[in-house]
């Protein structure tokens, strides 16, 4: 499989403070982890997405991100749904 191409597999949701966080698994090929925190504005319909990756593989990596986030259409979605 393409380095480029790893889909996100079991995700660790620890709830925080106003939002989310969404750890992934480190990816056996990459020694790429990636975390996303989701953060609700307490004042105005408003959210914050904070994308991060780890490098926990033994040599450097050079990354170029992109991250195309996705919700269900319609613009609600319970973060307690096993569909996450």
């Known amino acids: 499989?393409?380095?480029?191409?790893n889909p996100?597999?079991?995700?660790?949701v620890t709830e925080v403070s106003n939002?989310?966080?969404?750890?992934?698994?480190?990816?056996p090929g990459t020694g790429i982890?990636?975390?996303?925190?989701?953060h609700l504005d307490r004042d105005r319909a408003s959210l914050t997405l904070?994308?991060?990756l780890f490098n926990e593989g033994m040599l450097p990596v050079e990354l170029a991100?992109?991250?195309i986030t996705q919700f269900r259409l319609g613009g609600n979605h319970?973060?307690?749904?096993?569909?996450w």
């Open 8 to 12: 996100d597999g079991n995700v660790n």
């Open 50 to 52: 904070t994308h991060t």
């Open 33 to 38: 982890r990636k975390r996303i925190e989701v």
């Open 1 to 5: 499989m393409p380095r480029t191409d």
């Open 19 to 27: 939002g989310i966080i969404l750890d992934a698994a480190t990816e």
């Open 65 to 67: 991100p992109w991250a």
């Open 78 to 83: 319970d973060p307690a749904d096993a569909g």
